[in-house]
């Protein structure tokens, strides 16, 4: 806890859809939250390349300045971090440019269209010294930071299998716009950079290393109308709107079989053209002692099973399931609600996230348990994904480079 008043940080957003929204909202609202953080975010500027968005959010959301080309924001001396929150491929030029500028990083996943870029942004900061953190945000919900510390303590014994999750509906409609997400320069793998890498990262927070996969990928819906306007976040356009159609370049689906360092084995489904499923986002991760269940939509909740005879021996059969509803000792649900079962949501994760960015650019000797989600995490999700891409076309078991 410092006692000292916390210093102004200038703060910009680079790209202001749906995560430029969450940045900013984010630095607005942590130091509700983080009295405690030595740095108070002041919002200096916001770029956007559609004409007035940027001004449009200085004037909702109190930047003193809004820009088109974010280059402006580099020369601007009151900025001393940067979110990038346009689309991936942006991440490397964008990120490596924040970098090599002196400015911090708070950088959206999937950090570029693969390996190389995420690579090249790690590099980037590790040559500036800036500190850098990456929008993992699933990591930050309360009921996954206790399922780690169980799983660290041995709660279920020795991991044996990890089921992960990302199915959404977003794309599922084939009237959908055929936006920077489904173009492979711009977008990458698709549904692998999009939703299977916060599953990655899920999977090494919780197990560790993955050494090895094998993947299927499928392209389920192979063209789409081309919108006739600027597309923001996951939006629909009605084809009669558009004349023209195009082709899907990346991936709608992915199913990957996993190998961790530890032995444990683990399989990864993500889609993005699930009808049903809203964020069906969770992971069940079973031990030789029982089993742990998360599912997103229910973020407070922490399926417990396993247990012990009344002579101490393991319930290897009939385990009960027992509910743990989060509260303030878990996690960092103490920073926003008194109780446990009071629900948080999906910006709080991201107010987390913030947090643990200003603490690591507060004090350079924070340590790693407390900080972000690093590059070396997008880097490392990165050669996944690349990993299973490789994978669709050896069709063999291809290990982590
Ligand atoms: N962590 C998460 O849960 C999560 C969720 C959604 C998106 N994301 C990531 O966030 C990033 C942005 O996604 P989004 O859903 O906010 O997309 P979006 O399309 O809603 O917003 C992107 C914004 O960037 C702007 N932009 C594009 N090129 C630009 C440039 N050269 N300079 C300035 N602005 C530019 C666009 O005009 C748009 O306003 C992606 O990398 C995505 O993978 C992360």
């Known amino acids: 806890m410092t006692s000292a008043a916390p210093r102004p940080l200038g703060v910009a957003v680079v790209g202001f859809g749906w995560m430029g929204r969450v940045h900013a909202q984010s630095y607005a609202r942590v130091t509700h939250h983080f009295p405690d953080l030595g740095v108070r975010p002041e919002l200096v500027v916001v770029a956007d390349e559609v004409p007035g968005r940027a001004e449009a959010a200085a004037a909702q959301y109190g930047f003193a300045s809004a820009v088109q080309d974010w280059h402006e924001v580099l020369t601007e001396p009151r900025v001393e971090a940067v979110s990038v929150t346009a689309p991936n491929f942006f991440h490397r ?17 999937p950090v570029g269209v693969g390996a190389a870029d995420a690579t090249a942004v790690r590099d980037a900061v590790g040559s500036a010294g800036v500190r850098a953190a990456v929008g993992f945000n699933y990591r930050w919900a309360p009921a996954v930071q206790e399922a780690r510390a169980r799983i660290a303590a041995g709660a279920i014994g020795e ?8 199915l959404s ?13 489904y173009s492979r320069e711009r977008g990458g793998a698709g549904v692998l950079g999009d939703l299977a890498s916060h599953g990655v990262d899920l999977a090494r ?11 299927d990928t499928a392209v389920f819906i192979p063209r789409r109308a081309v919108p006739s306007a600027a597309t923001s976040g996951h939006q629909r356009v009605v084809l009669g709107e558009s004349t023209a159609m195009g082709d899907v370049e990346n991936e709608d689906a992915v199913t990957a079989l996993l190998r961790f360092a530890s032995g444990a084995r683990g399989v990864l489904e993500a889609s993005r053209v699930a009808v049903g499923e809203q964020n069906t986002y969770g992971f069940e991760v079973a031990g030789n002692h029982g089993v742990l269940r998360w599912d997103f939509r229910r973020m407070g909740e922490l399926s417990v099973s396993g247990g012990r005879a009344g002579d101490g021996s393991v319930l290897y059969q009939d385990a009960p399931t027992q509910t743990l509803f989060v509260g303030p000792g878990h996690g960092d649900h103490a920073a926003f609600q008194p109780g446990a079962a009071i629900a948080m949501g999906y910006d709080d994760l991201k107010v987390v996230e913030a947090a643990r960015f200003l603490r690591a650019v507060a004090d350079p000797a924070l340590p790693a348990e407390r900080g972000p989600a690093t590059l070396d995490d997008a880097v490392a999700s990165a050669r996944a994904l690349d990993a299973m891409s490789r994978s669709v076309t050896s069709g063999a078991w291809e290990p982590l480079a």
């Not at 030029?93 to 996943?109: C, N, P, Q, S, Y």
């Not at 991991?159 to 999750?165: A, N, S, Y």
Request: aromatic share 8%; no cysteine; hydrophobic share 55%.
């Open 93 to 109: 030029e964008i990120g490596a440019a924040v970098a090599a500028a002196g400015k911090h990083l708070w950088i959206e996943k």
């Open 159 to 166: 991991v044996e299998g990890v089921r992960i999750r990302l």
């Open 169 to 181: 509906d977003y794309a599922a409609d084939p009237a959908g716009a055929l936006s920077w997400r």
């Open 205 to 215: 927070y919780l197990v560790g290393e993955i050494n090895a996969v094998v993947a």
